[in-house]
């Protein structure tokens, strides 16, 4: 699944990228298990922090809000005022 879901994220349409979250959240029950049961620490803690970044996934495509054209703007203070 882990390969499916960085597939997933490298595409170019933002409605498949959504996704690639969704499925490395799904596999991640599977790596805990298997490394917990291996006694395999370090790849542990390399599973918790692609929990994170799958969480973060989660976060930024699916739950947090966005505008409804899908572009964010930011604005930049006037120039001179940079001290």
Do not use: N, Y
Not at 1 to 24: D, K, N
Not at 43 to 58: D, H, I, P, Q
Request: proline share 8%; aromatic share 14%.
């Amino acid at each position: 699944m882990v390969p499916t879901a960085i597939w997933l994220s490298q595409s170019r349409s933002v409605r498949f990228q959504r996704w690639a979250c969704i499925v490395g959240l799904v596999s991640q029950p599977f790596w805990f298990l298997a490394t917990w049961d291996s006694w395999q620490w370090g790849v542990f803690v390399v599973a918790v922090v692609c929990l994170l970044a799958w969480l973060k996934g989660l976060r930024v495509l699916w739950l947090a809000p966005r505008p409804p054209d899908g572009v964010v703007t930011v604005a930049l203070p006037p120039k001179g005022r940079l001290k």
